[in-house]
């Protein structure tokens, strides 16, 4: 039983599509993250989230608490972005749980 | 990246042989984790600290222990390795920022059992 659920677990696309990346969560939690780890395996924090939306440039995450669902949406994509990225959520009790990843690639 | 570095970044060993793995933090962070990542799973919980000289299991402890005897140090110890334990291994650490928890994660072990 996996606490958190991404989809899909693989994504191709052209530079510039619109991209959208969803998680789904069965636990209470406090917060939930969206990372980014690029091939040699390096693992960046994107976003924190509790609520809403949040930006920073062409990445949007949302999350629906009551829904237990949250999204990652990539505007213009560019081959920088090929990575896989990875959907955590943090419960009460700060344990850590997470998604098995998205792994992205956009192609020129 | 929250002055995270693990040592070492790469090592193989043979099965039966102890190894240690050391997480050091520059920024006194209290909590403080160690993962495994392998294929087809999400990062998994081996243990975690929430001060020195405190630890709790977490997911998948089985086959390790930690220790952590300084705020800047936790270690992570096979006592014997075996096949199953070739995975990369990720410390991190639990920063307030906000009100809220971010994690920052140190730069990987990739450990290789034969």
């Known amino acids: 039983k996996n606490e958190v659920e991404q989809s899909p677990q693989n994504l191709t696309a052209q530079e510039g599509e619109f991209i959208t990346i969803n998680c789904s969560y069965s636990v209470g939690i406090s917060a939930l993250h969206w990372l980014q780890q690029h091939p040699g395996g390096g693992i960046v924090s994107l976003f924190m989230?509790?609520?809403g939306k949040k930006k920073h440039g062409r990445l949007i995450a949302t999350i629906n608490i009551q829904e237990k669902h949250s999204s990652l949406h990539i505007t213009a994509s560019h081959p920088r972005d090929s990575a896989v990225y990875i959907c955590?959520?943090?419960?009460?009790?700060?344990?850590?749980?997470f998604g098995t990843g998205t792994s992205l690639t956009v192609i020129p | 990246d929250a002055g995270i570095t693990q040592s070492p970044r790469h090592k193989v060993t043979e099965t039966g042989t102890p190894v240690t793995l050391r997480c050091h933090q520059t920024?006194?962070?209290?909590?403080m984790y160690w993962y495994r990542q392998d294929p087809g799973h999400g990062l998994r919980l081996i243990h975690y600290?929430?001060?020195?000289?405190?630890?709790d299991k977490g997911e998948v402890s089985d086959g390790y222990s930690v220790s952590r005897s300084k705020t800047e140090d936790f270690l992570l110890t096979l006592e014997s390795a075996t096949s199953s334990q070739t995975s990369v291994y990720f410390c991190a650490i639990s920063a307030q920022l906000d009100g809220a928890s971010e994690q920052y994660f140190g730069p990987g072990t990739r450990l290789t059992v034969t």
């Open positions: 955590a959520v943090r419960t009460t009790g700060n344990q850590f749980y």
């Open positions: 600290s929430y001060g020195v000289k405190d630890t």
């Open positions: 920024e006194n962070h209290r909590y």
């Open positions: 989230l509790s609520s």
